[in-house]
């Protein structure tokens, strides 16, 4: 009978360490759901910053040599 239940215990022990086992597996899963797509996003951002600069760069070069222009014709 005694060793009936060390076996029910250890069965019992296994089962909750396999589930423990499980839910970690579930929450590194997510985790790492979460960070790409927050590393997607940060991409995203920074191209859309990227492409802003680029096209303020490109008006204020064009402004810039505009003054230029119109200083050297008078």
Same mark, same amino acid.
């Given at each position: 009978?005694?060793?009936?239940?060390?076996?029910?215990?250890? =069965?019992?022990?296994?089962?909750?360490?396999?589930?423990?086992?499980?839910?970690?597996?579930?929450?590194?899963?997510?985790?790492?759901?979460?960070?790409?797509?927050?590393?997607?996003?940060?991409?995203?951002?920074?191209?859309?910053?990227?492409?802003?600069?680029?096209?303020?760069?490109?008006?204020? =070069? =064009?402004?810039?040599? =505009?003054?230029?222009?119109?200083?050297?014709?008078?």
């Amino acid at each position: 009978m005694d060793e009936q239940r060390r076996e029910e215990y250890l =069965a019992r022990k296994e089962e909750d360490r396999l589930q423990r086992q499980d839910r970690w597996r579930l929450t590194a899963g997510v985790a790492d759901f979460v960070a790409v797509m927050g590393g997607v996003a940060a991409c995203l951002i920074l191209v859309l910053l990227i492409v802003s600069l680029l096209n303020w760069l490109r008006q204020d =070069a =064009a402004s810039t040599f =505009a003054v230029f222009i119109d200083m050297f014709r008078q």
